[in-house]
């Protein structure tokens, strides 16, 4: 390669010539996981600079017909998974702006040689689990499908009324980005916590409580949607799932037209939107049916003989692993009932930081019903986001 010698410029710095040196800027684009993943770090560092009784820079109030997700902020696109609270596009323009620096703030030890680096995890994580990963085979995956959507199908789950609010309760846990004082990354997770979401039938109006998650507050935050925006796959009522085709080959078709040109990849974008509706929905029966046998269909979906959820609940799993960063999606099933169970997420490999094994997030979910107000609780439910007894499993197919 031929070096040209360096030599001081004394006329002005041409911007233009400068650009045409550069190679083009990239337009990388990250796993849903690793998305979330930047998400609860920078949630997490804003936390840890900010007084509680400071309004969150990044959440505050969301404005009127603003519905939050996890996997949000696709242009074009709504919002996926609306009860969490940071998009993706604030999380990512926040990261190139070097928010990560904001680790070196009140509560941090770095020192002045490592300002941007603190001593001790965020408050409330906990050194994440590692797990043997079992692996997954299409050995038995059609049966247990037949078995599951069966079970979806036979379901007999809270239909709302006029004025009623569909409640979903589950435990979750999610991964924690951390670099120790020693400039070395260890993952952390979330204690699990509660999580309560309160929505209407339309999807005008919700509430989410998790007072021990990232930005909602003791109070939670609303979820309101009183513009009535278009319903799709990635900003999804009870209503609008009414609409939807049973037919596996169809909805498949659907979901695929529907999401083309988002996240990794079509078949691996599929499988995350089918999970999406089944976690924090309540899924007419057949439709449950449908997308499990849709998702079966999936290139690279697979049975996985054991997994566990976040309420420490064993099960089998329809799992697929995103290539792009190793990261293995799990939906767990009752092993006598093919309940729905809940979700876990597990490091398939070294990458990114994150060793084989590791499980970077998991959920359970612990009560699905209809209350007649917004914040109004089950019978047996306590308040305060305080299980009642031990989790219960949920209808079977939800």
Do not use: C
């Not at 702006?97 to 002045?112: K, N």
């Not at 995103?322 to 999606?329: I, L, N, V």
């Not at 959920?363 to 308040?383: I, N």
């Amino acid at each position: 390669m031929i070096r040209t010698p360096w030599r001081r410029r004394e006329e002005p710095l041409d911007h233009a010539e400068l650009r045409r040196l550069l190679p083009a800027p990239g337009d990388p684009e990250l796993s849903s996981d690793r998305l979330r993943g930047l998400e609860e770090h920078l949630m997490t560092e804003i936390r840890n600079r900010t007084p509680d009784t400071a309004p969150d820079p990044l959440v505050g109030p969301p404005p009127a017909g603003a519905p939050a997700g996890d996997r949000a902020s696709r242009p074009g696109r709504r919002s996926g998974r609306r009860p969490v609270l940071v998009g993706v596009a604030a999380a990512l323009a926040l990261a190139a702006a070097g928010v990560a620096a904001l680790a070196g703030g009140p509560g941090g030890s770095g020192g002045s040689e490592n300002p941007g680096r603190v001593a001790a995890p965020p408050a409330g994580a906990v050194p994440a689990p590692v797990v043997q990963v079992v692996r997954g085979s299409t050995a038995g995956l059609a049966g247990a499908v037949a078995d599951i959507s069966g079970a979806a199908a036979r379901a007999e789950l809270p239909e709302p009324g006029p004025g009623q609010f569909l409640y979903i309760r589950s435990e979750v846990s999610g991964l924690v980005s951390w670099e120790g004082s020693d400039g070395k990354n260890r993952s952390y997770v979330d204690k699990i916590h509660p999580r309560e979401v309160w929505m209407s039938p339309d999807g005008a109006k919700g509430w989410l409580l998790e007072p021990h998650g990232k930005g909602t507050g003791r109070d939670g935050i609303t979820l309101d949607d009183p513009e009535g925006g278009e319903r799709t796959l990635n900003s999804p009522s009870h209503a609008y799932l009414k609409t939807l085709p049973t037919d596996p080959s169809l909805l498949l078709e659907k979901i695929y037209d529907e999401t083309r040109g988002m996240g990794n990849g079509p078949d691996q974008q599929a499988f995350g939107t089918i999970g999406d509706l089944l976690r924090e929905q309540v899924v007419p029966p057949k439709l449950a049916a449908g997308l499990y046998r849709a998702a079966a269909r999936i290139p690279g979906v697979v049975l996985v003989d054991d997994s566990v959820d976040a309420a420490g609940r064993h099960g089998i799993a329809i799992a697929r692993t995103d290539e792009s960063d190793g990261s293995r999606t799990e939906w767990i099933f009752d092993r006598e009932t093919f309940a729905y169970l809940g979700e876990r997420t597990v490091q398939t490999r070294d990458a990114e930081g994150i060793r084989a094994g590791t499980v970077r997030g998991h959920t359970a979910v612990t009560g699905r019903a209809v209350v007649d107000a917004l914040k109004q609780r089950p019978a047996g439910s306590a308040p305060g986001g305080d299980r009642a007894g031990a989790p219960a499993a949920p209808s079977a197919g939800t």
